[in-house]
């Protein structure tokens, strides 16, 4: 299937309002924001896990990203609570599950299929520093290569953002809310603008706590050729 499969313009996906659609694994459901392909797809999704639900173990072909919006995900890793976001490279492998169940914002077959990084952060332990040059803003950040820039921002109530001149921008809220192109964007918005497509939000009357991702649009866009993906 594709869904907002056209990276050359402006897409927006209210996730909050949207149905679960169920995945192949019982109690695990999925919210669909962007997507190429079946179940082996470049994808953006958040994905909701019942409690003592589980994959199967699967091989992430094209990588795996993810940032844990409630309860705790689990593998054989370890424990991943709220706030832990998690880079699983092209060729790694694993069996989530949660045993209480969790939700989390996952994109699958994003990497450069070269990256061989692993990056886990737990973001609760990690304070939000001032933004250079932009009053108002905090910024924790995630992971920063040739490719792409994450980071979550802290928007204090009422900031004028303003993100020119990138490269793809994609954001996420996570907490509060912002206005854009006389847009309200809630917990569990995203937008998706194309490279040099302008960014102008306010931020709202409590503040504003976003996922973003940038420049990452700019080149040819991946998608898996042959994989066990599964999510």
Request: glycine residues 8%; without cysteine; charged residues 25%.
């Amino acid at each position: 299937m594709d869904k907002n499969s056209d990276f050359k313009i402006r897409a927006v996906v209210h996730a909050a309002i949207e149905p679960w659609v169920p995945s192949p694994m019982p109690g695990v459901d999925r919210r669909m924001l962007d997507r190429i392909g079946d179940e082996v797809a470049r994808a953006t999704s958040i994905v909701r896990y019942a409690p003592g639900s589980a994959f199967s173990a699967h091989t992430h072909t094209g990588g795996e990203e993810y940032l844990v919006l409630s309860g705790v995900f689990q593998d054989e890793h370890g424990d991943f609570p709220v706030g832990s976001y998690v880079r699983n490279p092209p060729q790694s492998s694993h069996t989530p599950s949660a045993s209480e169940g969790a939700t989390i914002l996952v994109k699958l077959w994003q990497f450069d299929l070269d990256d061989r990084t692993a990056v886990t952060h737990y973001t609760t332990d990690m304070s939000p520093e001032p933004a250079a040059e932009r009053p108002g803003v905090s910024i924790i950040p995630l992971h920063k290569d040739a490719n792409e820039t994450v980071r979550i921002e802290v928007w204090a109530p009422g900031t004028e953002i303003r993100i020119q001149a990138h490269k793809g921008l994609e954001v996420f809220v996570l907490e509060g809310s912002f206005t854009e192109a006389d847009e309200l964007f809630e917990v569990d918005s995203w937008l998706r603008l194309p490279a040099d497509e302008g960014f102008a939000a306010t931020a709202g009357p409590v503040g504003t706590r976003v996922w973003i991702k940038s420049d990452h649009l700019a080149g040819p866009i991946t998608s898996p050729i042959t994989s066990t993906e599964k999510t």
